[in-house]
């Protein structure tokens, strides 16, 4: 026997060991014995992609980079960790995440500064009952799994309407003037950070909070996106 194919065996009886006493299945598909089969782990290749978010009230274009568009597999992974408390999965989903950092923070370095830019990244506030109810915020640690540590600049400033009830705009209306950073943030460069794009109107929101404190906002970036709610002014391959 080869060390490959021992390597193999061992990891299939090891697998099978582990399903008798603690029994999981595929977060994406549902395949028993695996936390993520391979074919879905696939599924979850970054495909780097780049759009433009505008605001109509302020006239400002969000840059945007994203890793993923929402698929079956996808979708899935994500309502298991956010929703079912799957964090082990956390770890595949920080690789296409990583990508997309990748790419944001590289587009900040390319500004013509002089000198090293240092990036704060931010994520969107969690809802008192959302945090409740899981425990974590989901963006937040699949940051942290991907290497960064978002910065708590943002903080809700009144209650909102569930966006899932909403259509687009009144999802952009719902979600206005919701947000405020809570410091002076001139001079800062900042990366918004979240998990998956319906509409845009949270990330819009959380650029008019950060701008009115002085930040620079070099863009947002996001793990997935929905494309059949989302409204672009520019795609090109990022």
């Known amino acids: 026997m080869t060390n490959e194919s021992f390597r193999d065996w061992f990891t299939n009886a090891a697998r099978e060991a582990l399903s008798l006493v603690l029994p999981v299945n595929c977060a994406g598909c549902g395949e028993l014995d695996y936390n993520l089969c391979p074919a879905c782990q696939a599924d979850l290749g970054p495909e780097l992609q780049y759009r433009e978010l505008f605001d109509p009230i302020s006239q400002f274009r969000l840059p945007l980079w994203y890793s993923l568009e929402l698929t079956e597999v996808s979708s899935s992974v994500l309502h298991e960790f956010k929703e079912q408390g799957r964090t082990s999965v956390a770890k ?120 009115a404190e002085g930040a620079h906002i070099i863009g947002a970036a996001v793990l997935a996106y929905t494309p059949k709610n989302f409204q672009d002014t520019r795609r090109k391959n990022a």
């Open 92 to 211: 595949h989903l920080a690789k296409p995440l990583f990508a997309v950092l990748e790419a944001a923070y590289a587009a900040g370095q390319s500004e013509d500064t002089g000198t090293a830019v240092q990036i704060t990244w931010v994520v969107p506030p969690s809802s008192r009952a959302n945090f409740r109810h899981r425990g974590y915020v989901p963006i937040t640690v699949l940051a942290q799994a991907a290497g960064v540590k978002p910065e708590r600049v943002l903080v809700n400033t009144r209650r909102r309407v569930d966006q899932s009830v909403l259509g687009r705009m009144e999802r952009f209306e719902n979600m206005r003037d919701s947000f405020r950073a809570v410091k002076n943030l001139e001079g800062r460069s900042v990366i918004i950070l979240d998990d998956v794009l319906t509409t845009g109107a949270t990330l819009v929101e959380c650029a008019r909070a950060l701008r």
